[in-house]
């Protein structure tokens, strides 16, 4: 099993930036790429961004968050970051971090960060 554990939520004002971490603890070997994904009050969750995690390489955003937000790791210490700038009120949400394996649908999830950002 995979365990994922996020830290770095908070509030923060519109325009501002805030960087998330997701560190991977347990079968890390099996997890082929891992992501973000979002859930706002009342809301589906929603992808945000991912990324295969050996190579560094098919980074994926969603529209919404192109040229504002940045994923990357550190697969040394088996962490995934998230790069949030020009934050806007729409991004309120608990911010969740996934992990899958290879050929598999995200099946290992965080317990998720609140991330606030007022106007």
């Known amino acids: 099993q995979v365990q994922l554990a996020e830290t770095g939520g908070g509030l923060v004002q519109a325009g501002g930036s805030l960087r998330l971490s997701c560190a991977a603890s347990?079968?890390?070997?099996?997890?082929?790429?891992m992501g973000w994904f979002r859930q706002a009050p009342g809301e589906e969750r929603e992808f945000v961004a991912d990324?295969?995690?050996?190579?560094?390489?098919?980074?994926n955003y969603a529209d919404s968050v192109k040229g504002r937000f940045a994923i990357s790791r550190d697969n040394a210490k088996n962490v995934v970051y998230l790069q949030m700038n020009s934050l806007k009120p729409e991004d309120t949400a608990v911010y969740y971090c996934?992990?899958?394996?290879?050929?598999?649908?995200?099946?290992?999830w965080g317990q998720g960060t609140q991330v606030t950002v007022s106007s």
């Open positions: 996934a992990a899958r394996p290879y050929g598999k649908k995200y099946d290992s």
């Open positions: 347990g079968r890390t070997s099996s997890i082929y790429a």
């Open positions: 990324m295969l995690v050996r190579s560094g390489t098919g980074t």
